[in-house]
């Protein structure tokens, strides 16, 4: 299983918008369960967002109705569109391709990991 390559990181005020991008080797439209993860300094990876194959999304309630993850099954790309950004959504971005569930617990599949890119927030 190929990694997922993230893009679109970078550094931008309190209040703007970035777009993340996640290319992945299979093809979204037959992937179960893919999301995006946060890790800041010192902290631990969280889950930040998920979506489904048929597009099913939900979101970390830090994040929600600022991000939207979405997909081009064309392009086999995931996408986290993130508005209004706060100095505390600094972080690097991970992208995993194989999610699944351990009962009610999401697990991201280790060898699903992108490389990350870096989000910063400037004040």
């Known amino acids: 299983q190929a990694q997922p390559v993230e893009s679109g990181g970078g550094l931008v005020q309190a209040g703007g918008s970035l777009r993340l991008s996640c290319a992945v080797s299979e093809r979204t439209s037959s992937v179960n369960f893919m999301g995006w993860y946060r890790q800041a300094p010192g902290q631990q990876r969280v889950l930040v967002a998920t979506i489904t194959s048929g597009g099913r999304t939900n979101y970390a309630a830090f994040v929600k109705g600022r991000f939207t993850i979405s997909k081009d099954n064309a392009q086999n790309t995931v996408y986290l569109q993130m508005n209004s950004l706060k100095i505390e959504d600094t972080a690097v971005y991970y992208c995993?391709?194989?999610?699944?569930?351990?009962?009610?617990?999401?697990?991201?599949?280790?060898?699903?990991w992108g490389q990350g890119t870096q989000v910063t927030v400037s004040s």
């Open positions: 995993n391709s194989n999610l699944y569930y351990s009962g009610s617990t999401i697990i991201p599949s280790r060898g699903a």
